[in-house]
């Protein structure tokens, strides 16, 4: 993965279902719910982005919220305004 910087950092599916995880705890969704869509968004992201050699991060949170916004747009808009905070 490429960062913003031009750092290069390995993907990580982990880091994708904290995310989901810390956005839906914030719109206070349920727990195990919360997990689903976590697991669901980062298996779907991996799984579209397997093929390639190097992915920037911006298209990887590009492809997460594309799937939050199928999942549960709550949580898709939670995570645009958390991304903006840490800015």
Do not use: G, P, Q
Request: charge should be positive; proline fraction near 0%.
């Amino acid at each position: 993965m490429i960062k913003r910087d031009n750092r290069k950092e390995d993907f990580n599916r982990d880091k994708i279902r904290r995310s989901v995880e810390n956005a839906a705890k914030r719109v206070k969704l349920d727990s195990s719910r919360s997990r689903d869509i976590a697991d669901r968004v980062a298996k779907n992201v991996e799984e579209h982005f397997r093929s390639r050699n190097e992915i920037k991060a911006s298209d990887i949170r590009d492809r997460v919220l594309s799937e939050l916004n199928r999942e549960e747009k709550r949580i898709a808009k939670e995570f645009v305004s958390f991304r903006k905070e840490l800015r």
